[in-house]
């Protein structure tokens, strides 16, 4: 945009900012390029569909195209590995010569000590080659996966979107993803070690004494059992301890948005003692979780050693008899140790494994999700006119038992006013939704510049109308972003133009950014009928052939809105306009008025003509008065 480069001479003006050096662009720099990103997304798109109750394919597949890179990270994360299988036998044949000692005893130790550091040492290059190998992977398939998630979300349906809540959604693009990014993590890794760990000491035991093997055996599956008894209640009181804190999480979140309420009506000492309920909880909950941890902790470690003990009595009682050599009881020791460690820890991460699938499968809500925007794109629209033709359009809610709408016909010629009027939940909004294409209709069809809309590329169409909603939405950015959003090419005078049409300009001209004031997150900052203004204003810039007002102007004063509709109504003689308003006296001016009643066009007809009939607009308006 062409503001932008202006906009951060200013920001380095202000800061007093130096030139940066140029710099090694980081891996977080590195975007995927958006050919790429679109077929990943594609690839996401089939898997979520034809395996959709099998979570491990899915997560398989996220690794489509990086096998080579995996099978990399696999040599470095071996090599990284063995310094644990090694340093035992090295130690078993130290301490072998150190208590048989002959001649070749100190060579032995020197060169077991020599090949026991070859392998520590080369384990901090691999430790961090295979770190890098795969974190590439991963934070790759973290960010093209939430890259997937956002481009579906902008594809589904805006029914979608009112019906799931915006902080599910959120929470799927964010925890769901690190849910699966730290299971491909302990995937990969602890299972790798896991099955690396358990081979080699399984043939190396299988070689060296059978009979240690069945030992193994026998006691590594009895002690894991037996220690992951006491982890049960452990487990138990962690998990209470953790939905207690994501009750009160969501009780913290609620107490803050409440706070302006509770405050207008001097409710806070109920609110702290309502927070106070959960506060005391958690006391309560982390306490027991303390004292239970601390006793099964000790449990814990007692039935450990005992087991270490065992398997030293059984490989001592092995090394007296001349079966096995001293050096060997260390090293059976050593591999007990890790058996038993190795198996606890996949089983304790087991919890988090399962968390991670149901990510998996969550994400699928998503990404599965068929209520996609339709886009048929079948006739070119060209330039837009304006022309709109609704014609016997019947509409009905899906979770709704009778029609919405029935039989709405509306012929609108290119550049003529509508306004749409009737009591709350007559369905004029719906009827301005069917307009801009994010509801189709049951039946009937609705015509722009004579094209049925389901044959219309909707984003072309889109691209030249425009939405004034009834809430505004503004963004975290500068005024300037807000009024040009998506925009390339917009002129400082084509901004100043709007601004000083939608009335603004004297607001403006007393910040001393003008319109390079940044805006706080939803445009906090700015009063109702300033953010409505600005709304406004993003309209008119775009020189839309068909603009759509729904409630425009509630939050302005009568006067402001007089001014913002003589602005405006020369720019308007240029686009049809389609306006809903309940102040009957904002209307006055559209060249035809329908007005409805529970989904039906009663009447229709200019203001003048509408008062004279005195019908259902006339009832309306004599409400008002
Ligand atoms: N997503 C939805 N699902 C089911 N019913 C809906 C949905 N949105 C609106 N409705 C229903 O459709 C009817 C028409 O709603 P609509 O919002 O079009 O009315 P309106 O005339 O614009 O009302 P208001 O003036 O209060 O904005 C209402 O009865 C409403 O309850």
Redesign the pocket.
Known sequence: MLFHKKEKALEGQLAGAKPEKPRKVRWSERREPSEAGLERFQDYLQTYSTNKDHPIKILCSFYKGKQKKLVETGFFLILQRSPIWIIPIATSNIINAATNPDAGSLEIILLNVMVALLFIMQNAGTNYLATVAFASVNRGIEGSLRNAMVRKLQQLSI?FH??VQSGRLQSKIMRDVENVTELLNQIFRTLFFFVLDISVIIVITLRKSPMVFLFFLVVVPFAVLTMRAFKKPVREKNQEFRSEMENTQGAVAEMLEMIPVARAHGLQEVEISKMNTYLNRIVDRGYNLDLINALFGAVNWVVFQSFQMICLAFTAYLAVKGKISVGEVVLYQTYFTSLVGQISTLINIYPQISKGLESVKSIGDIMGNSHVEENNSIVPLGELKGAVKFVNVDFK????DKN?LSDFTLDVKPGESIA?V????????????LLIGFIPPVSGKILIDGINMVNLDINEYRHQIAVVP?NTILFSGTILDNIAYGLEHVTEKEVMEVIKDVGLEDMIEKLPDGIYTQLGEHGDKLSGGQRQRISIARALIRKPKIIVF??ATSALDSASEKKVQEATSNMMKNCTTFL?A?RLSTIRNADRIVA?RD?KIVEVGSYDELMEKKGYFYELKALQS
């Open positions: 029914m009112k019906e809610y899906p979770d709704s919405t749409l009737g009591e709350s939940g007559a369905g004029k909004s719906t009827v301005l939704n009834q729904d409630e809903v309940h409805m989904g």
